[in-house]
Nanobody, 126 residues
Framework: QVQLAESGGGLVQAGGSLRLSCAAS????????MGWFRQAPGKERELVAS????????YYANSVAARFTISRDNAKSAQYLQMNSLNPEDTAVYYC???????????????????WGQGTQVTVSR
């Protein structure tokens, strides 16, 4: 198993940036496909971005493409989400997640992921 812990959330003004980090412990991070999900109040948890084991392939939801960048450093057992040009619609709890199985950008459901962090709040003010 792998244990995940997010950090880096907070309050930011619209147009600002934040960088989320996810630290992994337990099994080697390179064993897993990684993703970032978010869940806003009253909404379903949605996949924001995912990245393949070696980092060569990525997926982004249309709502964040060109603003967010997912990356990973397997040597440091960490993944990151750089979020730029934030807007109030990005306000949510952001979760780090890991899954087994093949890399397919079409695998986007929360139930496809096996391991989760506790989440970090991101609030974007107008």
């Amino acid at each position: 198993q792998v244990q995940l812990a997010e950090s880096g959330g907070g309050l930011v003004q619209a147009g600002g940036s934040l960088r989320l980090s996810c630290a992994a412990s337990g099994r080697t991070l390179s064993n897993y496909i990684m993703g970032w999900f978010r869940q806003a109040p009253g909404k379903e948890r949605e996949l924001v971005a995912s990245i393949s084991r070696a980092g060569g392939n990525t997926y982004y939801a249309n709502s964040v493409a060109a603003r967010f960048t997912i990356s990973r450093d397997n040597a440091k057992s960490a993944q990151y989400l750089q979020m730029n040009s934030l807007n109030p619609e990005d306000t949510a709890v952001y979760y780090c997640a890991a899954r087994n199985g093949p890399w397919r950008p079409t695998i986007q459901g929360q139930y496809d992921y096996d391991y989760w962090g506790q989440g970090t709040q991101v609030t974007v003010s107008r």
